[in-house]
């Protein structure tokens, strides 16, 4: 290289996470228990395009500052033939689009699961990415919807994350139509009206009663209408009375019976698992009857939700004149990874995949050692191959950086044995790469 070239010093980017092995061998390990969990309730796998046409992203509403818009470099400005295309920012757009696309060539309920990246354009902060992983599960119907999904979802979410080692992990789970029958019952009918008192309350637990309060006051919301709101909200537990909260109408009834049922189905969890908590209501209008918040009670570090969601009366009704009403929630594992890795919570797995480092004796038993790494690969193991006839002491302290367990060594010379040694164990034996197992 020319002492006059210069070399660029590559930065990392913002709000792009990369993990070195032994913390991407973790993530690993979480989304292949995500996903062997989700199907074992029987929902199956899809995936979408990075890219959905802009016009297609737009329709959720307004997100034009969340969207990252994808242009070619050279592009032909004359050239108006390739729709504009723009990077996913969740995954419920594309959920959509997709049921639409094949709608005739799915089977309903539609049960589905998918585990991608997305991107965000927002600020990047702890737990906050521009991209992401997002791990989604969701059931659509056509025109109706059973109960019972609501109460499968959070049963489905609860085993994924309990098998993380993360700690206690609590599900909070309320149903939309008992605040909006109590607003309607109060008077207060007008979508855009709900929709605000709604966006306030979500607030509870970040900035407290007081403020929601004031907030609620200022919005025209009568003194006597907001304390009886607030001691409505209160309202949460494992064993919640529901004999205790009064129906004002047939839609606080509907909510209030739809919620006892999720939480009846639920009885089966730790008592900590899952609760009643009428302080949720999710701030999106997008919901419209059950919604969850997911908490974790043992890092007190993570603050907001592990996951969240709800249900919604019709998904696809801007791609499809069908009413398609579903049930789903989302887990956003990178930003729970994130918090968890810089708050170490996190035990950092092995460097390395391999079950067993093969030495290599010299060139002349290359062949040889070659051999037997694939015989024990065709038995299930992971075997690396050392690539270099360099010293054992050397070969032996390579296994050692990378947490291999096991290193094998092929004969040194005719006539003598194969041997492995145990790395936890400092022991090493005879073997046969035809029977051994490990120990």
């Not at 051999?371 to 296994?399: I, N």
Request: net charge negative; charged share 30%.
């Amino acid at each position: 290289m020319s002492n006059s070239q210069k070399t660029y010093k590559p930065k990392p980017i913002s709000g792009f996470p990369e993990w070195l092995p032994e913390y991407r061998a973790v993530e690993l390990k979480w989304l292949d228990h995500i996903r062997k969990t989700f199907e074992s309730y029987g929902f199956c796998s899809i995936e979408t395009p990075a890219v959905e046409e802009l016009d297609v992203l737009r329709a959720k509403g307004e997100v034009d500052k969340e969207i990252y818009v994808l242009e070619r470099l050279h592009k032909d400005e004359d050239d108006d033939s390739e729709a504009r295309l723009a990077l996913h920012f969740d995954q419920t757009v594309p959920l959509a689009r997709y049921v639409a696309q094949h709608f005739n060539d799915l089977v309903f309920p539609f049960k589905r699961y998918q585990i991608q990246k997305v991107w965000r354009g927002e600020r990047p902060q702890l737990g906050r990415m521009r991209e992401f992983y997002q791990c989604d599960i969701d059931v659509l119907h056509v025109d109706n919807l059973p109960i019972s999904f609501d109460a499968e979802i959070p049963a489905m979410i609860y085993e994924a994350l309990d098998g993380l080692d993360i700690g206690r992990v609590q599900l909070r789970i309320n149903n939309r139509k008992i605040l909006i029958g109590f607003l309607n019952a109060c008077g207060i009918e007008a979508q855009d009206e709900i929709t605000e008192i709604t966006r306030i309350v979500d607030k509870l637990e970040k900035i407290g009663e007081d403020e929601v309060a004031a907030e609620l006051k200022k919005a025209g919301i009568l003194p006597e209408t907001i304390e009886k709101l607030l001691t409505l909200a209160r309202n949460k537990g494992h064993n919640l009375d529901f004999t205790k909260i009064q129906s004002l109408n047939d839609m606080m009834k509907e909510g209030l019976d739809e919620l006892k049922f999720v939480m009846d189905t639920l009885a089966h969890l730790p008592d900590h698992a899952a609760i009643a908590d009428l302080s949720i209501v999710r701030g999106l209008d997008y919901y419209t009857g059950t919604v969850y918040e997911t908490q974790l009670l043992d890092v007190p570090e993570f603050s907001g939700s592990v996951c969240s969601g709800g249900r919604y009366d019709d998904l696809a009704s801007s791609y499809i004149n069908k009413k398609l009403p579903g049930v789903g929630i989302s887990i956003g594992l990178s930003r729970l990874f994130d918090v968890l890795k810089q708050n170490g919570k996190i035990e950092p797995g092995p460097k390395s995949p391999a079950d067993i480092l093969m030495v290599l004796p010299s060139e002349e038993r290359r062949q040889e050692a070659m051999e037997t790494a694939r015989t024990l690969r065709a038995r299930g193991y992971k075997v690396e191959m050392y690539h270099a006839p360099q010293k054992v002491k050397k070969q032996l302290s390579y296994a050692e950086k990378k947490s291999i367990p096991y290193v094998w060594f092929p004969p040194f010379e005719d006539g003598s044995d194969h041997e492995v040694k145990d790395m936890g164990k400092g022991e090493q034996s005879p073997a046969d790469p035809d029977n051994w197992e490990k120990s």
